[in-house]
């Protein structure tokens, strides 16, 4: 299928897709669509940045605009991610569409949500938190709701997202259609769906959990000190707007500081932020009145800025799929890329994850074997266990509000201000497997502590390992000289 006419949807459609400047469908939409509007069940995945928003939201609004009854649902794991996959939404709809949507999210106001709901939206794009919310309030109904859509499935079937979204699925109809799209799905993510999907159709573009290939994927092996030099000397090699992703909240908003200061045009984007204030970061950084991001993983998944030419990893991501995630934010749509990702000596467990995931085969070669006596094989590390998270989790909702040892202020941040209660801020699931606020050394500390002697001797070089399609042995990391040396 070579054009968008060839699925026979509705004029309304096809009139949109020519405005938006679709004129073929991209092979996850060629597999999608026809089985969707057939009324299947997909379980879908496609490498990053190649068209799932569509694959879905056509189906979803065609099959709306054929029936005068019944609404959609779509869930995703973050609110920046809602907020564009409403966008496109809204542009396959059109100006004038008789369809009313509602847009649920976290952080923003419930009275204007309270109002949307009114006016019997037939599609509702949310996330979990803020959903599960109306429906304890009853202010949303999703008993005619036919049509459910879970985007980033692996994210919101793990075990954050999880329990919300059984929440959610108990007040949908049992006769429904489902989809389901992620770049990545684990093998028991995909046996965990298997409870949401009534007879699926399994559709798979490309290989699964491989990076684009037309990103540049380099690595480079440095001391956990020496990386904000480094990161300077990447910054002012490079051209274009840059994501950097660091592990905490805290360190995101520090690092965008630190980096102004350094004359850089930068800012931090996390989910301690106020919602209107994440909406302007990214707002500024679409338009590019700023260069460099820098990022918790709440922005590792779905985001469309394509004018993103480098992705940084200052720090791995705690789980490996958000590798191939955090990857995908560059080279959308066929455009190039490139990516870094810095490991320290104390990564080695999150790299060999993540040669793992890329690379199974040649990563089994050259596996660590344990010695002596205790040979049992280590896990393979999927991020810290939820039992040990000393972050503010909000994955139950019970249990996380309880445990989570945020100071006062976070309740107020995140939203359970007045009426907007939302209970905790699922959402933020992305960014909360990681320590936060880690205590800064005192002065005192600072003064007493010796200055550590530079070394350069063992890390500080690039390789450029991989083959972006991460079918061949990636190399190991080499010992080089320093880069530093390269830039004095
Ligand atoms: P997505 O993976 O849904 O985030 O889409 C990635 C990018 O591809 C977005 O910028 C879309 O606007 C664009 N895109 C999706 N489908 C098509 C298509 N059929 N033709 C041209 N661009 C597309």
Redesign the pocket.
């Known amino acids: 299928m070579n054009n968008?006419e060839g699925f026979g949807l509705s004029g309304v459609l096809n009139k949109s897709?020519s405005k938006?400047?679709?004129?073929?469908?991209?092979p996850?939409?060629v597999q999608a669509i026809p089985l969707a509007l057939k009324g299947h069940d997909i379980l879908g995945s496609?490498q990053?940045?190649?068209?799932?928003?569509?694959?879905f939201s056509i189906p979803l609004i065609e099959s709306l605009l054929r029936s005068e009854r019944g609404s959609a649902l779509v869930l995703t794991p973050t609110r920046e991610l809602a907020k564009?996959v409403l966008g496109?939404i809204h542009d396959l709809l059109g100006r004038d569409s008789q369809i009313k949507t509602a847009f649920i999210i976290g952080g923003e106001s419930m009275g204007k949500q309270f109002s949307q709901l009114r006016a019997n939206p037939r599609i509702i794009v949310g996330t979990p938190g803020r959903i599960n919310d109306h429906l304890k309030r009853g202010s949303i109904k999703l008993d005619d709701t036919g049509f459910l859509v879970l985007d980033e499935t692996d994210r919101m079937l793990d075990m954050g997202f999880g329990v919300q979204l059984d929440k959610i699925i108990k007040f949908l109809p049992t006769k429904r259609q489902t989809l389901m799209f992620s770049a990545t799905l684990p093998k028991g993510i995909i046996t965990l769906s298997a409870k949401y999907l009534n007879n699926p159709q399994r559709i798979s573009v490309g290989k699964s959990n491989v990076v684009a290939q037309n990103i540049k994927q380099e690595a480079m092996h440095i001391e956990q000190a020496d990386k904000y030099k480094e990161l300077i000397l990447q910054l002012h090699e490079r051209h274009g707007s840059i994501i950097v992703f660091v592990k905490t909240k805290y360190n995101a908003d520090k690092m965008a500081k630190k980096l102004r200061q350094d004359g850089f045009t930068s800012e931090g984007l996390h989910g301690d932020l106020r919602q209107n204030r994440r909406d302007k970061v990214m707002k500024n950084f679409r338009q590019q009145n700023f260069r460099i991001l820098i990022a918790t993983d709440i922005a590792s998944r779905?985001?469309?800025v394509?004018h993103i030419e480098h992705v940084i990893n200052y720090d791995l991501p705690q789980v490996a799929e958000d590798y191939i995630h955090r990857m995908g934010r560059t080279a959308?749509?066929?455009a190039k890329g490139s990516a870094l990702s810095f490991v320290s000596p104390q990564d080695g467990r999150k790299w060999h994850a993540i040669e793992r995931l890329l690379n199974p085969e040649a990563a089994n070669d050259h596996r660590e074997r344990p010695q002596g006596k205790n040979k049992a094989r280590r896990k393979p590390y999927r991020g810290r266990p939820e039992s040990r998270q000393k972050s503010s989790d909000n994955h139950g909702e019970k249990r996380s509000c309880k445990r989570s040892k945020r100071p006062a202020t976070y309740q107020a941040k995140q939203g359970h201000q007045g009426q907007n209660s939302e209970q905790c801020n699922t959402e933020d699931h992305a960014e909360n497997r990681t320590y936060e606020h880690k205590k800064k050394p005192s002065s005192k500390f600072i003064k007493d502590r010796k200055p550590k002697a530079k070394k350069h001797k063992t890390y500080n070089k690039k390789f450029s390992g991989f083959k972006s399609d991460g079918s061949a042995p990636m190399k190991r990391l080499s010992k080089s000289k320093s880069s530093h040396k390269r830039a004095a």
């Open positions: 968008f897709l938006m400047d679709y004129k073929t469908p991209t996850i939409q496609a990053t940045g190649t068209g799932k928003t569509a694959a564009q496109v779905g985001l469309d394509p959308r749509a066929g």
